[in-house]
């Protein structure tokens, strides 16, 4: 009870490391680190990470952040990935390398005014897999379509504040 009352205290309090150790031994959720920087003389966000085995069912990679500044506990919504896989959304970058399972990391052009003005944001970066083979046999997604009826997110990163300003 006393390790239950610990590990509450921690959440509560928003220790991002805490909490992302907790994930990644508890959970499906936060297999890997990310590192997310953000230059204001060039409006790239930049996140890296270490490479992974992504196997042959990788579809490709997505970011996702909270749009709402200093709201750790927000929605994470997809802002970027290898297909337009969101449209209507308010903010969005369909980043074609995004597909390539050799990248170790991506930069993103967001300006304050993209997003909800300046202030700190979370990003986490997803593992993306096919679900099943497409026609030709193969799992690598060849189409948009497939992309979006046969993949699922299979690992997702720890998150990391970044201050867009």
């Not at 996702?64 to 903010?91: D, S």
Request: with cysteine; proline share 4%; charged share 20%.
């Amino acid at each position: 009870m006393k390790i239950l009352c610990l590990i509450i205290c921690f959440l509560i309090t928003g220790c991002s490391y805490v909490t992302e150790t907790l994930e990644k031994d508890g959970s499906t959720r936060a297999k890997f680190s990310i590192k997310a920087s953000y230059d204001a003389s060039t409006n790239y966000l930049t996140i890296s990470w270490s490479p992974k085995e992504v196997g042959e069912r990788f579809a490709g990679y997505e970011v996702y952040m909270i749009l709402e500044p200093w709201n750790e506990f927000g929605t994470y919504q997809v802002i970027a990935a290898c297909y337009n896989i969101n449209p209507k959304a308010h903010f969005f970058r369909e980043i074609s390398w995004l597909g390539s399972p050799y990248i170790t990391s991506v930069q993103i052009p967001v300006t304050p005014e993209d997003l909800n003005g300046e202030g700190e944001y979370y990003v986490r970066l997803g593992i993306i897999s096919i679900t099943s083979k497409d026609k030709d046999g193969n799992y690598y997604p060849s189409t948009f379509e497939n992309y979006v009826k046969y993949s699922r997110s299979t690992s997702i990163s720890g998150y990391q504040a970044v201050h867009i300003y």
